[in-house]
């Protein structure tokens, strides 16, 4: 048996610039971290000889065709193990929230099944398949900053390049600085799940009349970078409001009355900026607030629920292998 666990994420900057129509004719880059909420995918041997799929739905068959999962369909085939094979996963918060979860799905189950296969696989190649599968096999309407976070882990730079390549570079800060923004973040769940497929093309078709949009998505994400260098960290606060007012620009449900109306309360009571975390709509509503602001910003939410986190340093790895 192995078992893999494999970081979900938030992304403050530079969203979007990730996406080949952008990063194809000038490089991308988005500022994200790894936080300690995590995919787990264990896999065994089945007793049979036949597949047995537990995810949110069970699924036995007989054959690889069988396979209804799209993402397992297509890790079974990349690494070949086609009969005989049990695999389930399990998640600390539930997919469609922004996070992050299909691509950390994806890095998770590839992990376990090359470890199952006694192969060693490196974070860029982890990640490099898993973008294999989402993007070019299964054509999600997605970029590469989920599969590359989830694979590395940290608190990264990363930057997708003309030719294909990715850069992943750890974000380095004065010391304490990093820790200084996590006291700062207020991760709330606005009680919405969505799918991120619509939206995501939604705003791709808006990017295409208008690249000046994200050529200053990725300033941004180079601002949040150069002020953490400095030690600037109250500086993300700005940042990331502009961010977010750009985001809603894009694209119909990205954002909602709800989440306005909480946004604007969060302002009104001491919070400088922030943003609903991946492709809009639902899911969590991340606040930058000064700490002796905090208090008043969460009094003032009282019914949104506040999701607790750190900054997780490791990526996808694996946890358990049985003798």
């Not at 990640?127 to 599968?133: H, K, L, S, T």
Request: hydrophobic share 40%.
């Amino acid at each position: 048996m192995i078992i893999s666990r494999t970081p979900f994420r938030i992304s403050f900057a530079g969203g979007g610039t990730d996406l080949s129509a952008y990063y194809h004719k000038r490089p991308g880059a988005v500022v994200s971290t790894a936080i300690n909420k995590y995919m787990y995918v264990t896999v065994n041997r089945y007793f049979e000889d036949k597949i047995i799929l537990k995810y949110s739905k069970t699924e036995l068959v007989s054959d690889i065709n069988e396979v209804r999962h799209p993402i397992l369909a297509a890790c079974l085939r990349k690494t070949g193990l086609l009969r005989g094979i049990e695999i389930t996963s399990m998640a600390d918060v539930v997919g469609g929230t922004g996070l992050g979860s299909s691509s950390s799905f994806t890095v998770g189950v590839l992990h376990a099944l090359h470890a199952y296969k006694s192969e060693f696989m490196t974070a860029e190649e982890l990640a490099r398949e898993a973008c294999e599968i989402e993007i070019e096999r299964l054509k999600e309407p997605i970029g590469k900053q989920d599969q590359y976070i989830a694979a590395y882990g940290g608190s990264q730079f990363t930057e997708f390049m003309p030719d294909g390549k990715v850069r992943v570079d750890p974000l380095i800060c004065p010391a304490g600085a990093l820790e200084e923004m996590h006291s700062r973040l207020i991760l709330l769940y606005t009680g919405v799940r969505r799918k991120a497929g619509p939206i995501l093309r939604r705003a791709r078709a808006k990017f295409k009349q208008n690249e000046a949009v994200l050529d200053r998505l990725r300033a941004l994400a180079d601002d949040v970078r150069h002020e953490l260098q400095a030690g600037r960290v109250d500086s993300v606060g700005p940042i990331l409001h502009e961010g977010w007012e750009i985001k809603k620009s894009l694209a119909h449900g990205i954002t909602s009355t709800a989440i306005d109306q909480a946004y604007e309360t969060a302002l009104r009571h001491g919070a400088t900026g922030g943003k609903i975390v991946g492709a809009g709509g639902g899911g969590f509503l991340l606040l930058f607030c000064p700490k002796r602001k905090r208090s008043r910003v969460l009094s003032a939410l009282r019914g949104w629920r506040e999701i607790p986190f750190e900054f997780e340093p490791e990526g996808s790895k694996i946890i358990y292998v049985s003798k």
